[in-house]
Nanobody, 120 residues
Framework: QVQLVESGGGLVQAGGSLRLSCAAS????????GAWYRQAPGKQRELVAN???????NYADSVKGRFTASRDNAKNTVYLQMTNLRPEDTAVYYC??????????????RGRGTQVTVST
């Protein structure tokens, strides 16, 4: 059973930084592309950033210039570097990864989320 394991969330003061990681368990699933979503209390889940198989990145307007999505193919991990955090960035952050299972089957997996809380 493949799982995406997110880590790196926590409590940080406004202006601070965090780096979220999303790693696939085992070695049967190879991540080709990834995305980060977030959901704040009482709000809909929104796409924050994504990184394509070619390494291109896209960002929500609210995080452009502050967040950076990246990947490490050797570690089969995608990252979200978050800087200059604001209280409105407080949310549960989820990763999603597309790739090949056992080298042949395209699959999409989603993580369970990690809490990011930004205090004033």
């Amino acid at each position: 059973q493949v799982q995406l394991v997110e880590s790196g969330g926590g409590l940080v003061q406004a202006g601070g930084s965090l780096r979220l990681s999303c790693a696939a368990s085992g070695d049967s699933f190879v991540i080709n592309a990834g995305a980060w979503y977030r959901q704040a209390p009482g709000k809909q889940r929104e796409l924050v950033a994504n990184i394509t198989s070619g390494g291109d990145t896209n960002y929500a307007d609210s995080v452009k210039g502050r967040f950076t999505a990246s990947r490490d193919n050797a570690k089969n991990t995608v990252y979200l570097q978050m800087t200059n955090l604001r209280p409105e960035d407080t949310a549960v952050y989820y990763c999603s990864a597309e790739g090949l299972l056992l080298g042949v089957s395209p699959m999409v997996y989603r993580g369970r989320g990690t809490q990011v809380t930004v205090s004033t």
